[in-house]
Protein backbone atom coordinates (compact mmCIF):
# COMPACT_ATOMS: atom_id res chain seq x y z
CA UNK A 1 0.00 0.00 0.00
CA UNK A 2 2.89 2.25 0.82
CA UNK A 3 4.33 1.54 -2.51
CA UNK A 4 1.09 2.50 -3.82
CA UNK A 5 0.94 6.05 -2.50
CA UNK A 6 4.77 6.64 -3.06
CA UNK A 7 3.96 6.30 -6.86
CA UNK A 8 0.61 8.57 -6.75
CA UNK A 9 3.09 11.17 -4.55
CA UNK A 10 5.48 10.49 -7.37
CA UNK A 11 3.49 11.00 -10.55
CA UNK A 12 1.39 13.92 -8.97
CA UNK A 13 4.65 15.69 -8.08
CA UNK A 14 5.92 15.17 -11.60
CA UNK A 15 2.30 16.94 -12.89
CA UNK A 16 3.02 19.95 -10.62
CA UNK A 17 6.56 20.43 -11.68
CA UNK A 18 5.35 20.30 -15.51
CA UNK A 19 2.69 22.84 -14.73
CA UNK A 20 2.78 27.02 -14.75
CA UNK A 21 5.00 29.05 -16.44
CA UNK A 22 9.42 29.40 -17.15
CA UNK A 23 9.34 31.20 -14.03
CA UNK A 24 7.33 28.78 -11.58
CA UNK A 25 9.24 26.00 -13.06
CA UNK A 26 12.58 27.39 -11.79
CA UNK A 27 11.11 28.05 -8.73
CA UNK A 28 10.15 24.49 -8.40
CA UNK A 29 13.60 23.34 -9.43
CA UNK A 30 15.26 25.83 -6.90
CA UNK A 31 12.29 24.51 -4.25
CA UNK A 32 13.54 20.75 -4.77
CA UNK A 33 17.02 21.25 -4.67
CA UNK A 34 16.44 23.41 -1.04
CA UNK A 35 14.10 20.42 0.09
CA UNK A 36 16.81 17.83 -0.26
CA UNK A 37 19.53 19.79 0.87
CA UNK A 38 17.29 20.47 3.96
CA UNK A 39 16.29 16.62 4.26
CA UNK A 40 20.15 15.89 3.59
CA UNK A 41 20.95 17.38 6.89
CA UNK A 42 17.88 15.75 8.59
CA UNK A 43 19.43 12.24 7.39
CA UNK A 44 22.73 12.93 8.78
CA UNK A 45 21.15 13.73 12.10
CA UNK A 46 18.73 10.60 12.03
CA UNK A 47 22.06 8.60 11.05
CA UNK A 48 24.38 10.38 13.99
CA UNK A 49 21.28 9.75 16.28
CA UNK A 50 21.34 6.01 15.34
CA UNK A 51 17.78 6.55 14.32
CA UNK A 52 17.50 3.98 11.57
CA UNK A 53 13.28 4.66 11.43
CA UNK A 54 13.78 8.39 10.19
CA UNK A 55 16.54 7.64 8.25
CA UNK A 56 14.32 5.86 6.29
CA UNK A 57 11.37 8.10 6.45
CA UNK A 58 13.72 10.67 5.46
CA UNK A 59 15.77 8.36 2.30
CA UNK A 60 12.34 7.61 1.19
CA UNK A 61 10.86 11.33 1.19
CA UNK A 62 14.09 12.38 -0.70
CA UNK A 63 13.93 9.17 -2.96
CA UNK A 64 10.97 11.44 -4.76
CA UNK A 65 13.63 14.19 -5.96
CA UNK A 66 16.57 11.85 -7.39
CA UNK A 67 16.77 14.00 -10.54
CA UNK A 68 18.23 16.67 -8.16
CA UNK A 69 20.15 14.48 -6.12
CA UNK A 70 23.77 15.12 -6.07
CA UNK A 71 26.34 12.39 -6.25
CA UNK A 72 27.29 12.43 -2.60
CA UNK A 73 23.40 12.69 -1.93
CA UNK A 74 23.01 9.64 -3.85
CA UNK A 75 25.31 7.83 -1.71
CA UNK A 76 24.21 8.56 1.38
CA UNK A 77 20.95 8.04 0.54
CA UNK A 78 21.71 4.24 -1.09
CA UNK A 79 23.90 3.50 2.16
CA UNK A 80 21.00 4.18 4.10
CA UNK A 81 18.55 1.62 2.22
CA UNK A 82 21.62 -0.56 2.29
CA UNK A 83 21.39 -0.20 6.40
CA UNK A 84 17.66 0.14 6.50
CA UNK A 85 17.61 -3.28 4.52
CA UNK A 86 20.13 -5.00 6.87
CA UNK A 87 17.87 -4.44 9.60
CA UNK A 88 14.94 -5.66 8.66
CA UNK A 89 16.13 -8.89 7.02
CA UNK A 90 17.42 -9.18 11.21
CA UNK A 91 13.91 -8.11 12.31
CA UNK A 92 12.78 -10.95 9.56
CA UNK A 93 10.19 -8.16 7.86
CA UNK A 94 10.72 -9.63 4.20
CA UNK A 95 8.14 -6.82 3.22
CA UNK A 96 10.00 -3.92 4.36
CA UNK A 97 13.26 -5.73 3.05
CA UNK A 98 11.56 -6.12 -0.77
CA UNK A 99 10.48 -2.27 -0.66
CA UNK A 100 14.01 -1.17 0.74
CA UNK A 101 15.25 -3.06 -2.34
CA UNK A 102 12.76 -2.04 -4.72
CA UNK A 103 13.62 1.52 -3.67
CA UNK A 104 17.23 0.83 -3.80
CA UNK A 105 17.31 -0.05 -7.18
CA UNK A 106 15.24 2.78 -8.58
CA UNK A 107 17.24 5.83 -7.14
CA UNK A 108 20.75 3.29 -8.27
CA UNK A 109 19.14 3.44 -11.43
CA UNK A 110 17.82 6.94 -12.06
CA UNK A 111 21.04 8.46 -10.47
CA UNK A 112 23.03 6.72 -13.07
CA UNK A 113 21.06 7.83 -15.85
CA UNK A 114 21.06 11.64 -15.04
CA UNK A 115 24.71 11.83 -14.15
CA UNK A 116 26.88 8.49 -14.71
CA UNK A 117 30.22 9.57 -14.34
CA UNK A 118 30.05 11.89 -11.45
CA UNK A 119 27.78 9.18 -9.75
CA UNK A 120 30.18 6.52 -10.44
CA UNK A 121 32.99 8.26 -9.14
CA UNK A 122 31.39 8.91 -5.45
CA UNK A 123 30.65 5.45 -5.88
CA UNK A 124 34.59 4.85 -6.19
CA UNK A 125 35.08 7.48 -3.15
CA UNK A 126 32.60 6.00 -0.99
CA UNK A 127 34.07 2.15 -1.80
CA UNK A 128 37.57 3.91 -1.12
CA UNK A 129 36.35 4.79 2.28
CA UNK A 130 34.44 1.34 3.18
CA UNK A 131 34.98 -1.44 0.94
CA UNK A 132 31.53 -2.87 2.02
CA UNK A 133 29.81 -0.25 0.00
CA UNK A 134 30.02 -1.70 -3.62
CA UNK A 135 26.91 0.15 -4.85
CA UNK A 136 27.23 -1.99 -8.48
CA UNK A 137 27.27 -5.13 -6.91
CA UNK A 138 24.33 -4.31 -4.27
CA UNK A 139 22.31 -3.85 -7.13
CA UNK A 140 22.90 -6.65 -9.05
CA UNK A 141 22.27 -8.52 -5.76
CA UNK A 142 19.85 -6.73 -5.14
CA UNK A 143 17.73 -6.90 -8.78
CA UNK A 144 18.71 -10.92 -8.42
CA UNK A 145 16.56 -11.33 -5.03
CA UNK A 146 13.29 -9.07 -7.47
CA UNK A 147 13.86 -11.73 -10.10
CA UNK A 148 13.71 -14.40 -7.92
CA UNK A 149 10.97 -12.88 -5.47
CA UNK A 150 8.84 -12.07 -8.92
CA UNK A 151 9.53 -15.58 -10.28
CA UNK A 152 7.75 -16.84 -6.89
CA UNK A 153 4.86 -14.24 -7.30
CA UNK A 154 3.91 -15.53 -10.60
CA UNK A 155 4.67 -18.94 -10.16
CA UNK A 156 7.43 -19.68 -13.01
CA UNK A 157 9.86 -20.59 -10.43
CA UNK A 158 7.32 -23.39 -8.54
CA UNK A 159 6.09 -24.07 -11.67
CA UNK A 160 9.69 -25.33 -12.97
CA UNK A 161 10.35 -26.93 -9.71
CA UNK A 162 7.19 -28.70 -10.06
CA UNK A 163 7.67 -30.01 -13.71
CA UNK A 164 11.48 -31.28 -12.97
CA UNK A 165 9.81 -33.13 -10.18
CA UNK A 166 6.98 -34.29 -12.24
CA UNK A 167 9.17 -35.79 -15.37
CA UNK A 168 11.44 -37.44 -12.25
CA UNK A 169 8.12 -38.86 -10.78
CA UNK A 170 6.94 -39.66 -14.17
CA UNK A 171 10.30 -41.57 -15.80
CA UNK A 172 10.09 -43.53 -12.35
CA UNK A 173 6.47 -44.79 -12.40
CA UNK A 174 6.58 -45.38 -15.74
CA UNK A 175 9.75 -47.73 -15.53
CA UNK A 176 8.33 -49.72 -12.19
CA UNK A 177 4.48 -49.53 -12.87
CA UNK A 178 4.34 -50.28 -16.42
CA UNK A 179 5.50 -52.81 -19.23
CA UNK A 180 6.85 -50.66 -22.05
CA UNK A 181 4.92 -50.97 -24.92
CA UNK A 182 5.13 -53.61 -27.53
CA UNK A 183 6.88 -52.77 -30.86
CA UNK A 184 4.78 -53.51 -33.55
CA UNK A 185 5.11 -56.63 -35.50
CA UNK A 186 6.05 -54.78 -38.56
CA UNK A 187 8.77 -52.40 -37.51
CA UNK A 188 11.38 -55.57 -35.34
CA UNK A 189 14.08 -55.66 -36.37
CA UNK A 190 14.47 -59.24 -38.55
CA UNK A 191 15.58 -62.55 -36.37
Known sequence: MKIFYFCILLISSGILASCGDAKKGIKTTTTASEEVETQKSQLEQALTDGNLKQASVVADSMSLFV???????????????????????????????????????????????????????????????????????????????????????DGSLNRNQSDRTDSVTKTNSDTVAEKPQEIPLELRPAE
Open 67 to 153: DDFTPEQTVQVLTTFIKVYKDAVARHESRKALETIRKYVDVYDIALSTNPKDTKTAFQKAMRNNPELDFGAVAIAFREKLSNYDSLQ
